[in-house]
């Protein structure tokens, strides 16, 4: 994956390193819908949405090139394995092709580092090649080390993405993090910023300091936003 540059970046090229996200506790099915339509027409990368709402996203977004993507172990990691595994499989079944697993935070704290990695094994054998899995760490709970750690254990048993944040802790996509994270995972793993990131100055930044995706509920805001900043790139 080449790195991005929000000197160089088109709009095009901005909406293909948004997921929109549909994930608050109080969103509705018409919600829902209006949040595919908005992905469609600007060609986002992805929508991510509650499991409730993954068949009816996989329908809506068939054919636009939009990826359906939902969420395991949301938003605070702590169910079992074979549970995360279960929703990984059921995901799949109904047409995921994008993962985002919350990690045993706890797990991870307490330094059982093998604990950790098994689990993301198992989700990716469960995603079966037909999802990518993004791996969230939730930063804002872990030192410094604690990343390069977790990196370094969802990169060992083939996770896509490492990512800063679920949206649902108090800290979100800090850019020295985001650095940090690029720094500890080999070029085949990519890195994805989430929480916080409400302003166009915030998604050009988390891209110049290497992410290559980013999460937002107020995705087309931003584009908008790009368009009349930038017009005619």
Do not use: W
């Not at 908005?38 to 809506?60: D, F, G, I, N």
């Amino acid at each position: 994956m080449c790195a991005l540059n929000s000197q160089t970046i088109t709009l095009r090229g901005l909406a293909r390193t948004i997921d929109l996200a549909l994930l608050k506790p109080e969103m509705t099915e018409t919600d829902i819908l209006a949040g595919c339509e908005q992905a469609k027409a600007y060609h986002l990368a992805a929508v991510s949405v509650k499991p409730c709402y993954l068949p009816l996203v996989v329908a809506e977004l068939a054919g636009s090139g939009v990826a359906a993507g939902t969420v395991v172990g949301f938003p605070h990691g702590n169910d079992t394995t074979p549970i995360k595994v279960a929703q990984a499989r059921e995901a799949v079944a109904h047409g995921a092709v994008e993962l985002d697993m919350v990690i045993n935070v706890g797990q991870l704290r307490s330094g059982h580092n093998a604990y950790v990695r098994d689990e993301i094994r198992a989700v990716v054998q469960a995603a079966a090649g037909k999802a990518i899995l993004k791996v969230i760490l939730e930063n804002v709970y872990l030192e410094r080390e604690q990343i390069v750690l977790g990196c370094q254990l969802a990169e060992a048993p083939g996770a896509d993405f490492v990512k800063t944040s679920s949206g649902f802790s108090p800290g979100g996509a800090v850019l020295e993090d985001i650095r940090l994270m690029r720094a500890s995972v080999g070029p085949r793993v990519q890195v994805k910023a989430a929480g916080g990131i409400r302003t166009l100055d915030a998604l050009l930044a988390v891209i110049d300091a290497g992410a290559t995706r980013a999460g937002a509920s107020s995705a087309i805001h931003l584009l908008d936003e790009f368009k009349r900043r930038y017009p005619g790139r």
